[in-house]
């Protein structure tokens, strides 16, 4: 089981697309480059959990959106499909840059929300717990589920038999959890 999300060495010792994803992710720094912003990777690949198209998502806490929106640009606007905007998801304003590098799609994504508070590292971990918990033939549902076209929050709350919002019964789970 995996202990510390934050640091990405655990990516070296997983299955072979995370040793591609550690190796692609060291190749171009970019973890030493979004240093300051205390990015964390998240999403589907740090679990196991991921498709063949499944991108590498960077989360970062932002605290001036035109900073760091020019910063994504001097850093990253050489790799291919560059493109960097800002848009607003449930009252909060978030800064992301797409690109492709290596065999990778990475989405960096920005809010100024501290990032182990951020709605995406929290499912991760969430996701996590339920997998460990349930065991491979839960993963493998979810995968299958998955690419039918499913999200993975969607997945996730089919399976555990969660009504309402999947985003939102999820972290209601994490945070059940965690007060007990």
Not at 110 to 123: F, K, L, M, S
Not at 139 to 168: C, D, H, M, R
């Amino acid at each position: 089981m995996i202990e510390n999300f934050k640091n990405i060495e655990y990516l070296k010792f997983g299955n072979e697309r995370q040793k591609l994803a550690y190796s692609e992710i060291r190749r171009i720094r970019i973890l030493e480059k979004l240093k300051e912003y205390n990015p964390i990777l998240t999403g589907t690949i740090p679990i196991q959990i991921d498709l063949p198209e499944s991108d590498l998502d960077i989360i970062c806490h932002c605290k001036d959106h035109l900073d760091f929106s020019s910063f994504l640009q001097q850093e990253f606007s050489n790799h291919q499909s560059f493109k960097v905007y800002s848009t607003t998801q449930n009252e909060v304003v978030c800064t992301i840059a797409e690109f492709k590098s290596g065999k990778f799609q990475f989405e960096v994504f920005g809010q100024n929300i501290p990032t182990e508070q951020q709605n995406a590292y929290r499912h991760m971990i969430i996701e996590n717990q339920i997998l460990m918990e349930r065991g491979i033939r839960f993963k493998q549902e979810i995968i299958a589920l998955k690419s039918t076209g499913i999200k993975t929050e969607p997945a996730f709350a089919k399976l555990l038999g969660l009504n309402g919002n999947p985003y939102i019964e999820l972290l209601k789970l994490a945070d059940k959890n965690s007060t007990q």
